[in-house]
């Protein structure tokens, strides 16, 4: 079985529109309160059980990935990015781990199928959320 990496995304665009008339330092403030916002339980919560609801993968791999998070045994990253619509902040959580190839091929079905979305307040702004698993064999 190869090692596959089952990743958890969750990302929120802050539109241009809002941060183009704040200074450097305002602006690198309200994507810190973006970041911790998308820490978020409920939403991989939410995430998980559509995993789940796919039955592709074996009920080991999903309590693997929800204890190794849950537990912080996990790796992680956030950032961010400046894109046309405004600035990309994004969180990723993974763990890796052996699945048969036949789960590698289900990637596509795995994003579209565990893709949840939810609303966030920051600093008096609605921002959207959108956060999915996505399942990619390690190099």
């Not at 991989?44 to 999903?62: D, T």
């Not at 894109?83 to 902040?89: L, T």
């Not at 596509?108 to 966030?120: A, F, G």
Request: hydrophobic residues 35%.
């Amino acid at each position: 079985m190869p090692r596959a990496r089952l990743t958890w995304y969750a990302e929120s665009v802050i539109p241009y529109k809002l941060i183009k008339d704040i200074d450097e330092k305002e602006r690198e403030k309200l994507i810190r309160a973006v970041e911790r916002k998308l820490i978020n339980k409920d939403l991989a919560k939410s995430c998980i059980n559509k995993l789940r609801e796919l039955q592709l993968i074996g009920e080991w791999l999903v309590e693997l990935w929800y204890y190794e998070i849950f537990e912080d045994r996990k790796d992680d990253a956030t950032g961010y990015n400046y894109e046309k619509p405004g600035i990309n902040v994004w969180r990723a959580e993974w763990i890796t781990t052996a699945v048969p190839s036949s789960v590698l091929e289900k990637d596509e079905e795995i994003v579209h199928r565990t893709r949840t979305y939810k609303s966030i307040r920051v600093n008096n702004l609605e921002l959207r959320v959108v956060a999915y698993f996505t399942i990619s064999e390690e190099d």
